[in-house]
């Protein structure tokens, strides 16, 4: 049975994730700040471990509870949009552009160093490994129309976090993909979304099934289609 780890599981995107791979079969770990405040992650029966992103005390302890079991797709999903009074210009302020940068880049880097000693035993056990970023055409610098500065540009980091990635974990057999999920429908991102988390998570499903060492690094949206960087 693979198996799946999923950051920023108990809501939206991640929760929709964590019921996609259950019931394709697959051994969910489903992370989240706060499990005992998250019930409808509870009722999806998988395993939910507490996970504070990027905490190092919190990752090193998920690391120390999972130690040796392999991990054959880690989803870094755990994200957030910021503070929306600081986003134009004239108001982005140091401290909320730093929040942001913490959770969206170095969040999904963090958890990857964490867990990387389980990914490689997926790959050691005969399996494959893949690390998802869940990233945002916002964050495109072909695609920059201005304005949401604090979280395009945080986006714009993660997605060189993930074309590193893609090189310095190659060796180790483990690809890598960046996804833009799309305007869905989610307390993120707004009842006025163009789409509902179950579409647009089928659609990086099979993303990142498509993702293959040959094909490792790419940014590709939810029908899989490559987007600028």
Not at 40 to 62: I, N, W, Y
Not at 85 to 99: I, K, R
């Amino acid at each position: 049975m693979p198996c799946v780890l999923i950051t920023g599981a108990n809501r939206g995107l991640g929760l929709e994730f964590a019921r996609q791979y259950r019931d394709a079969g697959w051994r969910v770990i489903a992370c989240c700040r706060a499990p005992e405040q998250a019930p409808a992650l509870q009722a999806l029966g998988v395993e939910v471990e507490a996970l504070e992103v990027p905490d190092a005390d919190s990752l090193a302890a998920l690391a120390h509870r999972l130690a040796g079991q392999p991990v054959n797709l880690l989803i870094n999903n755990a994200g957030i949009y910021g503070a929306h009074a600081h986003q134009a210009f004239g108001t982005v302020d140091c401290a909320s552009f730093l929040a942001a940068q913490q959770v969206n880049a170095f969040g999904p880097l963090a958890v990857t160093q964490a867990l990387v000693s389980n990914l490689r035993a997926a790959v050691a056990a005969g399996g494959t490994a893949t690390v998802a970023i869940v990233s945002s055409r916002m964050g495109s610098i072909g695609e920059m129309p201005g304005g949401s500065y604090i979280y395009r540009a945080s986006k714009a980091s993660v997605n060189m976090v993930g074309a590193g990635l893609s090189h310095d974990l190659k060796p180790d057999g483990i690809a890598v993909v960046l996804l833009h999920p799309g305007w869905v429908r989610t307390d993120m991102g707004g009842p006025d979304g163009m789409l509902d988390a179950p579409e647009s998570v089928s659609g990086m499903r099979a993303a990142i099934a498509a993702t293959s060492l040959d094909r490792t690094g790419l940014f590709v949206d939810y029908q899989g289609k490559e987007l600028p960087w």
